[in-house]
């Protein structure tokens, strides 16, 4: 049997540097020790990797994605970026942030029914940096690909280049390398802090592909344990072909296997109605430790890592890296839920004025 072959993070890094990169992540983000999280759920070690503070716009997981979904772009001579992504989505956010930065034109596409009122989160970040709307008149797939034809006609009969993001490979292809980029500097800063061995708890997606390919390139040994949001992919088949088609891209020599995927369903609820175990894990995170997580995402997470601690699910001797994917934005568009938990918990109106 062949001997896997591992890259050193220099040689991983020099690998990725094939593929087109435009800098929008603002530098290295903190790995932090919460170590009040850990006591008060008799835990092991707990260390958050704080891409909430990628920035810019609020920052999250989506800026290190579309660090390469813009290079691309650019490389191709692209002058519009046109994607479909619901009202709140913190991908439309960033993608406008990123489009801000670089100086494309960004279009998005909303599906009938889908509301922008009140415009709060991150539909009024994306206002702010002139995002353009196309409402479209369909929710049928089929149809909605001809209304992206048509408007990707007009644009090219006005002379511009437009790129449709969801229907292209780099729709997988950007949030994958955004986090295999990014597990060489969480491995160099686990290595500074004398850590080999780490469970992970991430929202499952493109960023755990990329940081489980990460970590079985360079030989680490990486437990990443992914908490879906939503039931509309099965990750045990996505992630392996999101990593098979960057290890393609990199001519790299592994993928990730559809048995080394670790996935939880039991927290995601429905997409992206809070749930209450996310909301619970709100305030375990924020009274403990300061960090401020959102309900649809990293809530979520929150609430599967908290639900395994506390059910002895893993091992209190190695630590535990929480990727916080930020979502900020979020937290003000589901206050009210967050304002009900508060009063139903601790018999506080926040409303009173008494």
């Not at 220099?10 to 690998?15: D, F, S, V």
């Not at 755990?208 to 992919?233: C, E, F, N, R």
């Not at 296997?257 to 909301?279: H, L, N």
Request: hydrophobic share 40%.
């Amino acid at each position: 049997m062949q001997k896997p072959v591992y890259y050193t993070p220099e040689q991983l890094n020099k690998a990725i540097e094939q593929t087109p990169r435009f800098k929008f992540v603002s530098g290295t983000t903190p790995l932090e020790e919460v170590q009040n999280l850990s006591r008060f759920l008799d835990g092991p070690p707990i260390f958050v990797k704080r891409d909430d503070l990628t920035g810019p716009a609020f920052g999250g997981n989506k800026a290190r994605h579309f660090e390469f979904a813009m290079g691309h772009v650019l490389e191709q001579g692209h002058d519009v970026v046109i994607a479909q992504y619901p009202p709140s989505s913190n991908a439309a956010r960033v993608m406008a942030a990123a489009c801000t930065k670089s100086g494309v034109r960004f279009i998005l596409l909303i599906k009938p029914g889908e509301h922008l009122n009140p415009l709060q989160g991150n539909p009024l970040i994306y206002h702010l940096m002139n995002a353009e709307m196309v409402f479209l008149e369909t929710s049928d797939s089929e149809e909605i690909l001809t209304e992206i034809k048509s408007l990707e006609d007009r644009l090219k009969q006005a002379g511009h280049n437009p790129f449709t993001f969801q229907y292209t490979p780099w729709a997988n292809h950007a949030g994958t390398l955004g986090y295999l980029h990014a597990s060489i500097e969480i491995a160099d800063q686990l290595n500074e802090k004398g850590i080999n061995e780490a469970q992970f708890y991430v929202v499952a997606g493109h960023s755990h592909a990329g940081l489980q390919l990460g970590g079985k390139l360079m030989g680490k040994p990486w437990h990443v344990t992914g908490i879906p949001v939503s039931d509309y992919v099965d990750f045990t088949e996505a992630i392996p072909s999101w990593t098979k088609g960057v290890s393609e891209l990199l001519h790299l020599p592994v993928s990730i296997t559809p048995e080394e995927v670790q996935i939880d369903r039991k927290y995601e609820g429905i997409y992206p109605v809070p749930t209450e175990a996310s909301i619970e894990a709100i305030h375990i995170a924020a009274k403990t430790d300061n960090l401020i997580l959102d309900p649809v995402y990293t809530g979520k997470a929150m609430a599967g890592l908290i639900d395994h601690i506390k059910k002895g699910l893993i091992s209190k001797e190695v630590p535990v890296v929480f990727i916080h994917t930020g979502g900020t934005p979020l937290i003000f568009q589901h206050a009210n839920e967050l304002q009900e938990n508060l009063v139903r918990h601790s018999g506080i109106d926040t409303l009173s004025t008494d």
